[in-house]
């Protein structure tokens, strides 16, 4: 079955810094790699996504990248602010799979 | 925002009680799961379902029963309640992707 390994666990900026999560998956297959943001005493909320067919995606201070052949995927943010602050979450799931694949999460802590 | 409800928010009870976790969904998404949500943050997929009358355990071996009666309607239920029972509960149905609700805090003493 999929793998997906997410780095770093926690991650502490300062704000206007940029930010970098990273993930890794182990299925050639997958094809659908969504982030998920949770935010203190919420579920999980989409905020980026990104399929096979498309290298980068952008939206605002966010881009996701995609690496097919290394199988990795990467979460940017920049000019970090302190409301940034929260779980995210890196999954990936391939067509006609309905079951995705999480990260074990990342603590981002933007300080002012 | 998605349209997926839990209820209750948090939840408090003791050793041996019977419980149900309360999951509803509008958008009509046939596909529903839930989680159970580690204080460390990781997310263990226990119970999922492609539709009406479809249900099927997930990855992580749990001692809660589901039913799916009515696509809008996922509830979890836990027979007998125990400590090791303590977490954050999470439902979320998917279209193209999930969609999460907030989640259940389940505190058994």
């Known amino acids: 079955g999929e793998n997906v390994e997410q780095h770093p666990s926690t991650l502490s900026v300062q704000e206007g810094d940029s930010a970098v999560i990273k993930c890794t998956y182990s299925d050639s297959a997958s094809n659908y790699f969504p982030w998920y943001k949770q935010e203190l005493g919420k579920g999980p909320q989409l905020i980026i996504d990104i399929r096979s067919n498309v290298g980068e995606k952008k939206d605002q201070r966010i881009a996701v990248t995609l690496n097919k052949t290394a199988k990795h995927f990467s979460l940017h943010i920049t000019e970090t602010q302190p409301e940034d602050s929260a779980v995210y979450f890196c999954?990936?799931?391939?067509?006609?799979?309905?079951?995705?694949?999480f990260g074990r999460g990342t603590s981002l802590i933007v300080h002012p | 925002e998605a349209d997926i409800y839990q209820t209750p928010r948090y939840l408090v009870i003791g050793t041996g009680k019977k419980i149900t976790l309360e999951c509803s969904q509008t958008?009509?998404?046939?596909?529903m799961y839930w989680y159970q949500q580690d204080p460390g943050m990781e997310l263990h997929l226990i119970h999922y379902s492609y539709g009406v009358n479809s249900t099927e355990k997930g990855d992580l071996s749990s001692e809660s029963t589901v039913s799916r009666i009515r696509t809008e309607h996922f509830p979890l239920t836990l027979e007998s309640a125990r400590p090791s029972h303590t977490s954050q509960y999470l439902c979320a149905s998917l279209d193209e992707t999930q969609y999460f609700g907030p989640g259940t805090r389940l505190l058994v003493l």
């Open positions: 958008m009509g998404h046939d596909k």
């Open positions: 999954a990936a799931s391939r067509g006609g799979s309905y079951i995705p694949t």
